[in-house]
């Protein structure tokens, strides 16, 4: 912060040339708009907007003679929505899931629980409650006494198998291939101007 008896100095600017592409035709996607950044040797940005959501990513260490995008270009999906969202997995967890599993358990251990046909019907419908859980969270506060008869005390490493796959990453991986194979097909254009 400048102080009264120190004059500000002046702010330094930068200049940087930014390629934008809107890439539209992709089954099933809204137009992408991506820019991409070579900042200098082994650096460069990327942003790649769909709908209403970003995602951007930084190199700091690429391979060279690459530009951003035919080093973006040689990254695999899952490497790429690492970078772009550290907390998307590929699974997520699934009420339906764990419901089918339960139900499944029910009726084969019904044997080893020492359930009456009656208390077998009575866990197997209280299984299908489970299909509403959008959480493990929610298996805790409404579910935990149920889940503890079917699974035992520590029942919530059962959830780990309870999953689906998640449409979130499916979505963000059709963005990157799309914008992978856009910029494959815009090489050859660069390279000839």
Not at 36 to 51: A, F, H, M, N, W
Not at 87 to 92: A, D, I, K, T, V
Request: with cysteine.
């Amino acid at each position: 912060m400048p102080t009264e008896n120190k004059p500000a100095e002046p702010l330094k600017i930068e200049r940087s040339t930014v390629t934008k592409l809107v890439i539209t035709g992709a089954p099933s996607l809204d137009p992408i708009t991506v820019f991409l950044e070579d900042l200098s040797p082994k650096r460069g940005k990327i942003t790649v907007s769909c709908y209403d959501k970003s995602w951007h990513a930084y190199w700091g260490g690429m391979w060279d003679g690459h530009t951003i995008a035919q080093f973006f270009c040689e990254l695999s999906t899952c490497y790429v929505i690492g970078y772009f969202d550290q907390s998307l997995r590929s699974r997520q967890f699934s009420g339906d899931a764990l419901a089918n599993e339960a139900q499944r358990l029910v009726l084969k251990e019904r044997r080893r629980f020492e359930f009456t046909s009656d208390e077998a019907r009575e866990m197997f419908d209280a299984a299908e409650d489970l299909r509403e859980s959008p959480s493990v969270d929610h298996l805790h506060a409404v579910h935990s006494e149920l889940m503890t008869k079917l699974f035992g005390d520590e029942w919530w490493h059962m959830t780990c198998d309870a999953t689906e796959p998640n449409p979130d990453y499916a979505y963000l991986e059709r963005i990157i291939l799309a914008v992978q194979q856009a910029l494959r097909q815009d090489q050859p254009q660069q390279e000839a101007a």
